[in-house]
C-alpha cells in the first residue's frame, strides 16, 4: 500500500535552531513530492515540488531535498513566523496522498 | 500567479439545509479540481476529484448524492452539501491545478468552515 509518514508529529524550536522534518513515502514510480505550509485556519501554501533523487529546492529559509524513499525539509535559523504545520504529499497517479503534518513551533 | 480563492470562508447552518461552496482559480485555468476534508488536527482527505465538463470521481465511501460537484467551466468548481448535518461539519479545502502533465501542481484555496447546527 502506497503510504506517506511524516515525523516528528510535532517540533518545538527556540528561534535560530535549526532542524530537519522528514517525510517518507513507498511508491513505485514517483510523480512529484510536494510540500506544503499550512497556517491555522487556512488551506495548504505551496512551497517546493520534487520530481528526482538528488532534487534540491531552497526558498528563504526553507531548503528541500529527495531521496529514493524520503524527503526533508531543513530550516535554517528558523523564526517564528515560520511556525505552521508543514504537510509532505506524494503524487499517485491523479491524486496527492498527504503525510499527517509536522506542527512546528518556534519560540522567540 | 495561482491563486484559488473559496467562497464563503465560513458558514454556519440548520440540519436538513443545503450549502453550495465555490472554489475559483483566479489567474489560470484549471482543467481538473480537488475537493478535501479536513478534520481539526487531522490532514487532508480527498473527497473527490473534479474535471471539467464531465463527472466527478468520489472517493471510496464519500456519497455522491451528498455531496454533489459540479464543474461547469475552466475555473469554477462547485460543492453542494446537501442535507447536512452535524456530522458534516468541518473544514473544506478545494485545490486546482495548475500545468499539466508530470509537471502539474495542486494551488489550495483558503478553506470553508461550515458548521452544521
Known amino acids: 500500500e502506497d503510504q506517506v509518514t511524516q515525523s516528528p508529529e510535532a517540533l518545538r524550536l527556540q528561534e535560530g535552531e535549526s532542524s530537519s522534518l522528514n517525510c517518507s513515502y513507498t511508491v513505485s514510480g514517483l510523480r512529484g513530492l510536494f510540500w506544503y505550509r499550512q497556517d491555522p485556519g487556512k488551506g495548504p501554501e505551496f512551497l517546493f515540488t520534487l520530481y528526482s533523487a538528488g532534487e534540491e529546492k531552497e526558498k528563504e529559509r526553507l531548503k528541500a531535498t529527495l531521496t529514493k524513499k524520503e524527503s526533508f525539509l531543513h530550516i535554517t535559523a528558523p523564526k517564528p513566523e515560520d511556525s505552521a504545520t508543514y504537510l509532505c504529499?506524494?503524487?499517485?497517479?491523479?491524486?496527492?496522498?498527504f503525510g499527517a503534518g509536522t506542527i512546528l513551533r518556534v519560540k522567540s | 500567479g495561482a491563486v484559488v480563492s473559496q467562497h464563503p470562508s465560513r458558514v454556519i447552518c440548520k440540519s436538513g439545509t443545503s450549502v453550495k461552496i465555490e472554489c475559483r482559480s483566479l489567474d489560470f485555468q484549471a482543467t481538473t479540481m480537488f475537493w478535501y476534508r479536513q478534520f481539526p488536527k487531522q490532514s487532508l482527505m480527498l473527497m473527490a476529484t473534479s474535471n471539467e465538463g464531465s463527472k466527478a470521481t468520489y472517493e471510496q465511501g464519500v456519497e455522491k448524492d451528498k455531496f454533489l460537484i459540479n464543474h461547469a467551466s475552466l475555473t469554477l468548481s462547485t460543492l453542494t452539501v446537501t442535507s447536512a448535518h452535524p456530522e458534516d461539519s468541518s473544514f473544506y479545502i478545494c485545490?486546482?491545478?495548475?500545468?499539466?502533465?508530470?509537471?502539474?501542481?495542486?494551488?489550495f484555496g483558503p478553506g470553508t468552515r461550515l458548521t452544521v447546527l
Open positions: 504529499a506524494v503524487r499517485y497517479g491523479n491524486k496527492l496522498v
Open positions: 485545490s486546482a491545478r495548475a500545468g499539466g502533465g508530470i509537471t502539474d501542481t495542486q494551488y
